[in-house]
Nanobody, 117 residues
Framework: QVQLVESGGGLVQAGGSLRLSCAASGSIFRFNVMGWYRQAPEKQRELVATITSGGSTNYADSVKGRFTISRDNVKNTVYLQMNSLKPEDTAVYYC???????????WGQGTQVTVSS
């Protein structure tokens, strides 16, 4: 089992910044992928960004150039730095951990990000 604890959400004005954190604990496999997804009201959950344990990153087109994902493998923590936030970034943001060996996936409880216009 892997437990994920997210923090850093909140209310911010358009153009502002927020930094999300997600700390993983439990049976962490050395090779894994961690990432951030989001779900706005009445919309499907969508990919925001992912990062492998080796540091390879992937971003949704909608956040490229504004969001940066990073991780600290010692702390088993992934971060999402969100700059130039827009009202359309408003959503619940979820952290996800994927074991690269057996493909097991775990989700965090979600953290609300609200961007006011």
């Amino acid at each position: 089992q892997v437990q994920l604890v997210e923090s850093g959400g909140g209310l911010v004005q358009a153009g502002g910044s927020l930094r999300l954190s997600c700390a993983a604990s439990g049976s962490i496999f050395r090779f894994n992928v961690m990432g951030w997804y989001r779900q706005a009201p009445e919309k499907q959950r969508e990919l925001v960004a992912t990062i492998t344990s080796g540091g390879s990153t992937n971003y949704a087109d909608s956040v490229k150039g504004r969001f940066t994902i990073s991780r600290d493998n010692v702390k088993n923590t992934v971060y999402l730095q969100m700059n130039s936030l827009k009202p359309e970034d408003t959503a619940v943001y979820y952290c996800k951990y994927s074991n690269s060996y057996n493909s097991r996936q775990y989700w965090g409880q979600g953290t609300q990000v609200t961007v006011s216009s």
